[in-house]
């Protein structure tokens, strides 16, 4: 099973189309100096890049300079504002159904059909697409629908999942990671449960490992890799490893863009994602900068699907620069993960800066009480990965760096997705 195969020439010439309606709006308008000339894919990249600021000030309600036609026959969401202020944007219901069913075909491929019976674990409401959209898609999949929201308390999320015995549970790896500490904390399991899908935020491998032990689950697969603002842009087979996606070429047109030195990443290398969804024209989304780092791969997958391969590297400028260098997030959760039970992969770090110095806080939920020897052993664990860090304590860069465990699910979430940022940068006002 594979969704279907375009072309480049074939995106290229959808994408065309897509680029002279929105010449019709304001904002392309005036963005285009009133014409695209696309006839190559040379001058399709002389195109100005799409920046979630102009989408931030030109979409409805703000303002209605991005539409191409009359806001009618549509829904409106929200991309929920985890990475920023919150982004609206439309669909007219014939682009927001391409949408699902696209999102629903990712699922199908991965073996999700009529006998399952799938928990819907988003948070519901705030203009946020993820509960409806999934409602939509397991619609279509014909599937029991069992929508039980996170709006409610996790006790009762886990009470109604025991009852009704889902095989399907979908929802933010933030979720996934507190469900399985609290599963590992008072013993529970979900006999059922043969698959974990989750979207919204990346899953490292050492959460994978968490929740699949202690959730007694082995199938643990991206619903998609997804955005509010483009739909989907990526889906995984059986044979894709942790953060591998095939492209849906009929539904978006993905560049990766080395932005340095303005050129088409090779094969291989690190680049920013750079999509045109090739079905929405009443509020075209073209050339958008999402803010993801990929890479394409040139082996073809297994599956014997012909989409390509690409291979997210994280978040563009998400990363930590300490000392003069940049670190991932992800070694932070990595040695946490390596310290085992009762740490969570739910943690906060916050970085001040104090008369020249910079002190580092790192709070990390816990199930139950900690001793001060196991934070010890987290921060030399820390110190140990991270030269970065140590050259910063030696120089005297680094005023403080304090370790506290913090109850389960204690950290903030977003009240509109329930994501834990895992970064609060003082120093980026």
């Known amino acids: 099973m594979a969704m279907e195969h375009v072309t480049e020439n ?9 680029a002279h309606t929105a010449l019709k709006s304001r904002f392309y308008k005036q963005k285009y100096a009133g014409q695209v000339k696309t006839d190559s894919m040379d001058a399709w990249r002389a195109l100005p890049v799409l920046e979630r600021k102009e989408i931030l000030t030109h979409s409805y309600p703000h303002s209605s300079d991005m539409l191409t036609q009359p806001l009618e026959d549509a829904i409106v969401i929200s991309t ?15 682009e927001w159904d391409a949408f699902v069913s696209c999102q629903s075909e990712a699922m199908r ?35 029991v629908h069992l929508p039980i929201s996170t709006n409610i308390a996790m006790e009762e999320v886990v009470s109604l999942c025991r009852l009704f015995e889902p095989t399907v549970m979908v929802s ?37 490992e968490h929740i699949s032990s202690a959730l007694g689950v082995k199938r643990i697969k991206a619903g998609g890799y997804t955005s509010a603002d ?15 996606y095939h492209v849906p070429t009929s539904f978006q047109f993905i560049e990766l863009i080395n932005f340095d030195e303005q050129r088409p990443a090779a094969v291989g290398e690190k680049a920013e994602v750079v999509v045109t969804n090739l079905s929405r024209s009443s509020t075209p989304i073209i050339r958008y900068r999402v803010g993801d780092v990929a890479s394409w791969l040139a082996a073809p997958c297994a599956c014997g699907d012909s989409n390509p391969l690409i291979q ?64 010890d052993a987290l921060e030399q ?27 389960l699910g204690s950290l903030p979430r977003s009240p509109i997705t ?12």
């Open 230 to 244: 483009a739909g989907i842009m990526g889906y995984q087979c059986e044979h894709c490893a942790p953060g591998v």
């Open 80 to 94: 929920g504002g985890s990475s920023g202020m919150a982004r609206y944007t439309t669909y007219t219901h014939a």
């Open 312 to 375: 997210l590297a994280g978040r563009s400028g998400q990363d930590v620069k300490l000392g003069g260098g940049f670190i991932s997030l992800d070694t932070f959760g990595d040695c946490i993960g390596a310290q085992g039970e009762p740490f969570s992969l739910n943690f906060q770090l916050e970085i001040a800066d104090v008369g020249g110095q910079f002190t580092l806080d790192l709070a990390v939920e816990t199930a139950g009480e900690v001793a001060q020897s196991r934070l």
């Open 418 to 429: 329930g994501k834990v940022a895992r970064l609060l940068d003082q120093r980026v006002r």
């Open 109 to 143: 491929i991965l073996g999700i059909g009529p006998s399952d019976r799938i928990a819907n674990l988003f948070i519901a409401g705030h203009l946020w697409p993820s509960f409806l959209g999934l409602h939509d898609c397991i619609k279509r999949l014909g599937a």
């Open 381 to 407: 664990a820390l110190l140990a990965a991270i030269p970065e860090l140590r050259v910063a304590r030696e120089k005297d860069y680094l005023r403080s760096f304090s370790i506290r465990a913090v109850k």
């Open 172 to 208: 933010l790896p933030t979720f996934f990671v507190f469900l399985a500490d609290m599963a590992r904390r008072d013993g529970f399991s979900f006999p059922a449960l043969s698959m974990i899908n989750y979207a919204g935020e990346h899953l490292s491998r050492a959460a994978t």
């Open 10 to 18: 074939q995106q290229l010439e959808r994408a065309t189309r897509i």
